[in-house]
């Protein structure tokens, strides 16, 4: 397939077992039948750690995006990459659930499903919130995102901070690793919230030739800059790796190596300007304005690497002027993939890997593929005969 000619119709596709396996996925690790608790130690500090080696490990998972009867094969890929990987910390970066629905209920079963991997597990995880989290709100379940993030901060294991006041969004947290050999933090996770849609207008005119996507916001990009200011001068300087689901127009110039052309003779310049690894299979779908995100990260200095989902099928990472930007591959098996017989095979997760031994912490990323790991390619869906209990 082209990297320069998506399958534009893909986006408009996007939709909204037994009960022995059923009770597999979740007695096969412990703490499976743990309630949730709403008293969480840790929450107000620092709930991630550096090992006594120095080391952490970072999950980064993709557009799950599936209703009540999630395919049974994003759980069992979640699980084998957190059985192998065995991380600190494990994301859900946007379109955790799609807009199929009917219910709150249906809302909440939906998550529960991708997130008990993690739960399951005793994994520290979060989320931030897509584009699609939202689309249910149409059948009347009236399951905002603000009621999400509700649900899911009961979670035993989940970091996900509460909504910042005067801020735009409801996933926008700054999580602080802390060292493996004393009370400071070695290392930090900044999550976002990229929005959902642009407005029908703006100032009455329509956004007929932009991407329908929303932006990062100002009040965000501040939040930021003050946050990561005032942990500047508590602890110095943190460096951090940032997350948030819509790509910034920075990761489409990567990419072509320029603003304002899309041709193989630029990308190929740009691959080995910027180290681009990985490939791109559709278009750059940004948010309709690009609000400053990216200046602001060369400004603080302390981001190491922004990382996003929403086109599934890309799955490319490289140096953009001192900060890596980058994809997690689609992750779930409910939504577009490749199509046809290769349907899945870019099914993945994104794994990063922190030292603080070493001088910027942040060592190394790579990518791991749901074919690798024995899972089912079959382009037929595989529903779960019914939701995974909640807690």
């Known amino acids: 397939m082209s990297t320069n000619s998506p399958n534009l119709g893909r986006r408009g596709l996007i939709a909204g077992g037994s009960a022995a396996i059923l009770a597999g996925m979740l007695a096969s690790t412990p703490g499976a039948s743990a309630a949730v608790s709403s008293q969480r130690p840790g929450r107000a500090g620092m709930p991630l750690a550096f090992g006594s080696d120095g080391k952490f490990r970072i999950v980064q998972f993709n557009d799950t995006q599936d209703g009540p009867r999630t395919d049974r094969r994003t759980i069992e890929f979640m699980g084998k990459v957190l059985d192998a990987e065995k991380p600190g910390f494990a994301l859900i970066n946007g379109d955790v659930i799609n807009g199929s629905p009917k219910s709150a209920q249906e809302v909440r079963q939906s998550i ?25 709100m149409e059948n009347g379940t009236g399951m905002t995102e603000a009621k999400m993030l509700e649900f899911v901060r009961g979670y035993e294991h989940n970091v996900n901070a509460g909504p ?32 959902r849609y642009a407005p029908d207008t703006l100032g009455g005119q329509d956004f007929h030739g932009l991407m329908g996507y929303d932006w990062v916001r100002p009040s965000q990009i ?16 943190v460096q951090s790796l940032m997350f948030f689901h819509i790509p910034l127009f920075e990761h489409h110039h990567m990419w072509f190596g320029s603003q304002f052309s899309s041709n193989d003779a630029d990308h190929a310049a740009a691959v080995k300007k910027h180290g681009i690894v990985g490939v791109k299979n559709e278009e750059v779908y940004t948010g309709a304005f690009n609000s400053g ?72 990323t790579r990518t791991v593929f749901a074919k690798d790991l024995g899972i089912d390619m079959d382009p037929k869906k595989q529903p779960l005969d019914g939701p995974l209990p909640l807690p």
């Not at 493996?180 to 999550?191: C, D, Q, R, V, Y």
């Not at 140096?319 to 980058?326: A, T």
């Not at 992750?331 to 603080?356: C, I, M, N, P, S």
């Open 112 to 136: 529960n499903n991708v997130v008990q991997p993690m739960e399951s597990r005793g994994v520290k995880w979060a989320l931030t919130f897509g584009n699609h989290d939202e689309d249910s």
């Open 164 to 195: 910042e006041k005067g801020v735009e969004g409801s996933s926008n947290a700054q999580l602080l690793i802390r060292s493996g050999s004393s009370s400071k933090p070695a290392f930090g996770i900044w999550l976002l919230d990229s929005g």
């Open 222 to 237: 501040q939040w930021y800059r003050d946050t990561s200011l005032a942990t500047e001068r508590k602890y110095g300087k």
């Open 293 to 364: 995100l990216y200046a602001a990260l060369q400004e603080r200095g302390d981001v190491r690497g922004v990382f996003v989902g929403h086109d599934h099928i890309n799955t490319y990472s490289g140096d953009y002027f001192g900060i890596e930007l980058g994809y997690g591959p689609g992750t779930g098996f409910g939504t577009y993939g490749l199509g046809g017989d290769k349907e899945h095979h870019l099914r993945g997760a994104r794994v990063f890997e922190l030292d603080e031994k070493a001088e910027r912490v942040y060592t190394a």
